[in-house]
C-alpha cells in the first residue's frame, strides 16, 4: 500500500506527505491514507496551472451591458 501511494504522490510532487508515516500506527497510518486518496491532485494541478488564465465569467462581465433603465410611475 505504501508503494502505491508513494508512486501516486511522486506524480504529483507531494511524496513529502508520507514523511512521518513510519511514526504513525495502524489506525492513523490508514487514516492519512484515506486522507491523501481523497484528495483530487490531478484537479489540483490543473487549477494551478490555469491560475492566471482570465476566468470565464470575467470574459462574460467585460461584455456586459447595462440593463435598461425603467422609469416607474411615482404616487
Known amino acids: ?3 502505491k501511494l508513494f508512486d501516486h ?3 504529483f ?3 513529502h506527505l508520507l514523511t512521518f508515516r513510519d511514526v504513525l ?3 492513523e497510518r490508514e487514516a492519512l491514507s484515506v486522507q491523501i486518496e ?3 491532485f490531478a484537479q489540483i494541478a490543473e487549477l494551478y496551472e490555469r ?3 482570465p476566468a470565464e465569467l470575467l470574459t462574460h ?3 456586459a451591458c447595462d440593463p435598461p433603465a425603467y ?3 411615482s404616487r
Open 13 to 15: 510532487g507531494q511524496e
Open 9 to 11: 504522490l511522486k506524480t
Open 61 to 63: 462581465i467585460n461584455r
Open 71 to 73: 422609469c416607474f410611475e
Open 38 to 40: 481523497g484528495i483530487d
Open 25 to 27: 500506527d495502524d489506525s
Open 51 to 53: 491560475r492566471n488564465e
Open 1 to 3: 500500500m505504501k508503494h
